[in-house]
């Protein structure tokens, strides 16, 4: 079982920046950023293989996030630019084992979740 620990959420004012991170506790293969908001389903923000050869953005977020990896310290990233009201969320990493090799914005294929972390964009 890997865990995996988000930092950097917080409140900002529209057109602002936020940076989060996730650490994970053990070996991770696709990693990847999803946020819920209240009374919506999950959706996919960004993933990442780990060779950083397979990316994809949600398309609500392309342009403005940015989606990285640190594989020596199994973190993962997400620069968040030009923050906009409607990207208020709780924010979760997630990651997967090696089970599926394209590294999708698809919830179903992560097996292991953070708690997640919360970004409130005022207007």
């Known amino acids: 079982q890997v865990r995996l620990v988000e930092s950097g959420g917080g409140s900002v004012q529209a057109g602002g920046s936020l940076r989060l991170s996730c650490t994970a506790s053990g070996y991770t293969y696709c990693m990847g950023w999803f946020r819920q908001a209240p009374g919506k389903e999950r959706e996919g923000v960004a993933t990442?293989?780990?060779?950083?050869?397979?990316?994809y953005y949600g398309d609500s977020v392309k342009g403005r996030f940015t989606i990285s990896r640190d594989n020596a310290k199994n973190t993962l990233y997400l620069q968040m630019n030009d923050l906009k009201p409607e990207d208020t969320s709780m924010y979760s990493c997630?990651?997967?084992?090696?089970?599926?090799?394209?590294?999708?914005?698809?919830?179903?294929?992560?097996?292991?979740w953070g708690q997640g972390t919360q970004v409130t964009v005022s207007s």
């Open positions: 997630a990651a997967d084992s090696g089970r599926y090799f394209d590294c999708r914005l698809s919830r179903d294929e992560y097996e292991y």
């Open positions: 990442i293989s780990p060779g950083r050869d397979k990316i």
